[in-house]
């Protein structure tokens, strides 16, 4: 589609509500507003701290985050068991941060992104079943939400329940490699191939688990393969909408559904994405690669376009990202566990961070997170303006590390300064 800008056109605002008007007007997504009104979980998620809690880690592939090794080393690294996840509630809850979406990450065979589409049995290491169902019951209890890190699309060839007539086919008629991770090998599942009975049997087993939160699938928003499968075969947009079948059916199932990245197709059919349009994804963009050389300096069409139908997220703990999660009242979320692993432990300062942080995104101004995003400016170098649809301005100078709300400086809390963020 081609649409002719004026001489004095803002580019990237411009561009992004034409995008807009597409997605809700054409192709009919409803805004954040609207699904809090259908769905508890939505409403529930649009004012709540995400936060990932890693219980296991299988120590292959990409999961070794850049580390060597050997092979007489044991690959199962256990990083928070379902006691201690409950621990760590209620010193969340005591620390006054009130609306919390926990997402469980590594419970099921092998640990995170593990033996897909195997999800049970559950771990006896990190506290079996009971353990389990234990560690959602006093999340609930608590006032919380918690739900499942979960992963239709991904096949590993490992898993007893990998079957190679449901995965992507490759021209050489062989199951289409697409990675290597916690998991070992893997293929991703064609949506359209997957049995509905399979499906619904895994989503189902979760929601006997007790779970109330918006369902999270893992890797939903990938790019489009072609199938070259004799029978189950097809296009790119097939490709979409079989990934479009998985969030619906788990949105059907738990009330909304989360996914990850956030390409059109499926940003269209999740009321949430995880890390959609972040930067540090542009980064790994390696420079002798000839697509690199186009990239120039990264605009906030994606916020401008999609701000108010779905939730976006921030996931840093110091005080500049903190700035960017008001500039564009995104949703925060952190990731942890209590032993030695990639992921930051729970201490007590990190607690600290997150009550600061959660006070400001989604208390004192967590009304903005479902409003449109009407204007984006750059005003000098390091220094930008938002303006959302309710009248609120919002000025952050990221040179001088000041943020202003309607013109009222916004003081960077006590447990925020001079912290480098110790997520990424």
């Known amino acids: ?66 580390r060597e090794n050997k092979w007489d080393q044991l690959l199962f690294q256990r990083c928070l068991t379902f006691a201690d996840a409950q621990n760590c509630f209620k010193r969340l809850k005591k620390a006054g941060i009130e ?44 006032g919380f939400n918690i739900t499942a890190h979960e992963n239709l699309g991904d096949a590993y060839f490992s898993s007893p329940d990998f079957h190679s007539d449901w995965v992507i086919t490759d021209i050489w008629g062989e199951p289409k490699v697409t990675g290597f991770w916690g998991g070992g090998i893997k293929s991703t599942h064609w949506g359209l191939a997957v049995p509905e009975g399979f499906i619904r049997s895994r989503l189902d087993n979760l929601k006997r688990m007790g779970f109330n939160g918006m369902q999270y699938l893992d890797g939903m928003g990938n790019p ?62 390696n420079p002798t690669w000839p697509i690199t050389s186009l990239m120039g300096e990264p605009v906030p069409l994606w916020q401008l376009a999609l701000h108010g139908l779905v939730t976006l997220e921030n996931t840093s703990l110091d005080w500049p990202g903190t700035m960017r999660a008001l500039l564009f009242a995104e949703v925060p979320r ?31 101004f967590g009304h903005l997170i479902t409003q449109e995003l009407l204007e984006w400016k750059k005003l000098a170098d390091k220094v930008e303006t938002t303006r959302f649809e309710d009248g609120t301005e919002i000025k952050a ?12 400086e916004i003081i960077c809390p006590l447990a925020l300064q001079g912290q480098r963020n110790p997520l990424h």
């Open 1 to 66: 589609r081609v649409s002719a800008l004026a001489p004095d056109d803002d580019v990237v605002v411009k561009s992004a509500k034409l995008l807009r008007r597409h997605i809700v007007e054409d192709l009919g997504k409803k805004t954040l507003s609207q699904r809090a009104e259908e769905s508890p979980e939505c409403a529930y998620q649009q004012r709540a701290y995400t936060m990932k809690i890693f219980h296991g880690i299988q120590q292959q592939g990409i999961m070794m985050f850049g």
């Open 99 to 142: 609306r919390i979406l926990f997402q469980s990450v590594g419970w099921n065979p092998k640990g995170h992104d593990g033996a897909y589409p195997t999800d049970f049995p559950i771990d006896r290491r990190l506290g079996g079943e009971g353990g389990f169902r234990d560690m959602i019951i006093e999340a609930k209890r608590l």
């Open 224 to 285: 489009l393969y072609m199938n070259y499968h004799p029978v189950n075969g097809g296009t790119r947009a097939d490709h979409a909408a079989g990934t479009n079948r998985f969030l619906n059916m788990a949105q059907a199932t738990f009330g909304a559904v989360q996914t990850e990245m956030g390409f059109l197709y499926c940003a269209l059919h999740a009321d949430a994405l995880c890390t959609g349009g972040a930067q540090w994804h542009t980064k790994l963009c």
């Open 334 to 364: 952190d990731e942890w566990s209590m032993e030695g692993t990639a992921m930051p432990i729970l201490t007590d300062a990190r607690i600290d961070k997150l009550k600061a942080k959660y006070d400001l995104c989604c208390e004192r």
């Open 397 to 408: 100078d990221f040179a001088a590390q000041r943020l202003w709300v309607d013109n009222r």
